[in-house]
């Protein structure tokens, strides 16, 4: 019974971002039954007609391996989100969307960007710095997991491939970092072992003590 309940919460964990992906496959399979292409859908940097693509851009990928590529990291990063963030991850993961692309749009190069790697850079980026922030041992071990797995990430952030968008890139691990400390407080908070409560009440007893003994000490200086 209790493995059935675990595999269920890890079910409901990955469902979201499971959900996400499913429709960017789906988009990708009318593409290729079409024989079209829906790149005229991804931003367009500081044009009206490519605001549109805040929206579409992450759901239009160039290819399968493309696709690929950001398939795995935003299921696994996805449902790392919902694991830690039960109560938040359906206004976060929206937010890093939207913000992600509106910096694109404000600060990508004139061409059509496309594909969900900005929304990667997001997640990666707000568990890392939230791992951080929260010093959360699960989450700063999640961290720590991400930059191992992730690292090579990092190179993404600069114009390293003329046909790679680093500027999307870039713009989701700048929204991530501004979402991990909007939502600093309500990070998961990491739970105290009974012996660190021990410890706790230990010490602050030990400072009362030593707090009492300093005011008997003054007291009797006074009455001398």
Not at 16 to 32: C, R
Not at 56 to 66: A, E, G, M, N
Not at 111 to 140: D, E, P, T
Not at 195 to 200: L, Q, T
Request: hydrophobic letters at 45%.
């Amino acid at each position: 019974m209790q493995k059935l309940d675990k595999k269920y919460r890890l079910l409901k964990t990955a469902k979201f971002p499971l959900i996400f992906i499913i429709i960017i496959w789906a988009v990708k399979l009318i593409e290729l039954s079409l024989e079209t292409t829906f790149v005229e859908y991804g931003v367009l940097p500081r044009k009206l007609s490519g605001i549109k693509g805040i929206i579409f851009s992450p759901l239009i990928h160039k290819d399968i391996k493309h696709l690929l590529n950001n398939s795995i990291p935003i299921l696994i990063l996805g449902s790392s989100l919902c694991f830690f963030y039960k109560k938040n991850y359906k206004i976060i993961f929206p937010l890093l969307f939207i913000i992600s692309g509106v910096f694109l749009w404000c600060l990508g190069r004139m061409n059509l960007h496309i594909g969900a790697s900005g929304i990667v850079y997001a997640l990666a980026s707000f568990i890392f710095f939230s791992g951080i922030i929260s010093k959360n041992k699960n989450l700063s071990a999640l961290s720590l997991i991400v930059i191992f797995i992730y690292g090579s990430l990092f190179w993404g952030l600069f114009p390293t491939h003329q046909e790679i968008s680093w500027e999307g890139h870039l713009s989701g691990f700048i929204s991530g970092l501004i979402l991990s400390w909007f939502f600093r407080k309500d990070l998961p908070k990491r739970k105290k072992y009974q012996w660190e409560i021990d410890e706790e009440i230990e010490e602050s007893e030990q400072i009362r003590k030593e707090i009492e003994k300093e005011i008997l000490i003054k007291y009797d200086y006074k009455n001398k």
